[in-house]
């Protein structure tokens, strides 16, 4: 009865390294997004996977970041030569499908890069 | 394109007092709104969605099409209310779920 699992919970990484932060969806969940938090800046949408299509990736930052979807299950979201402005809580949430439909949301990956 | 706005970053009330949490969004289409809320350390959650038209925890919200908004109410704000307020949109096509910045409810004993 799991619900969506983010790990790390929290990652800190010096300025220029990458990192991997990963989502563990709800099972039979079709759609899997992810947002970026940070203070005063409310939910970024990122990027967005819905079944087999091609993923929506126009909330992407810069081309630092990318992310992907194996098996239309797991997704890892990876973030290049990190920089300070990458600080923020990363959100992954899940949904039944594309539309109208509740998304469940991980507690989330802290990264904080110095 | 698909817009969220909140105007107000916080939002400060006395228990007992009425709560309206504004939203307005762009979208040429029909789209569908909901909001989300998060307590403290706790995650993100689904409060209500338009299509339902419920009252969850006392709160309502109506689509104002001409106005293109979805307020979010409650007559009698209480403590628990206390918590970070997001209103959300998803368009037909492919269901892209886009929040707003958010509003900072508290309130105030």
């Known amino acids: 009865g799991a619900g969506v699992s983010q790990s790390p919970s929290n990652k800190v990484t010096e300025k220029g390294k990458d990192v991997e932060l990963r989502c563990d969806p709800i099972s039979g969940h079709t759609a899997l997004y992810w947002y970026r938090q940070s203070l005063g800046q409310g939910l970024e949408f990122l990027i967005y996977f819905q079944g087999n299509s091609a993923p929506d990736k126009s909330g992407l930052p810069s081309d630092r970041f990318s992310a992907e979807r194996t098996g239309g299950s797991v997704s890892t979201l990876t973030i290049q030569r990190t920089q300070q402005e990458d600080s923020a809580v990363y959100l992954c949430?899940?949904?039944?499908?594309?539309?109208?439909?509740?998304?469940?949301f991980g507690q989330g990956t802290r990264l904080t890069v110095v | 394109a698909q817009r969220v706005t909140q105007p107000e970053k916080l939002l400060s009330v006395f228990k007992g007092a009425p709560v309206e949490l504004k939203c307005n969004y762009s979208?040429?289409?029909?789209?569908?709104l909901f909001w989300y809320v998060q307590y403290s350390r706790q995650r993100l959650q689904l409060l209500l969605r338009?299509?339902s038209r419920e009252s969850i925890k006392g709160f309502t919200a109506d689509l104002n099409k001409g106005e293109t908004s979805f307020h979010l109410k409650k007559p009698f704000a209480q403590e628990e209310d206390s918590a970070m307020y997001y209103c959300a949109l998803s368009g037909p096509v492919r269901g892209k779920l886009i929040f707003g910045q958010g509003t900072e409810l508290s309130v105030k004993p």
């Open positions: 979208y040429s289409g029909s789209p569908e």
């Open positions: 338009h299509i």
């Open positions: 949430a899940s949904s039944l499908d594309s539309r109208g439909t509740e998304a469940f």
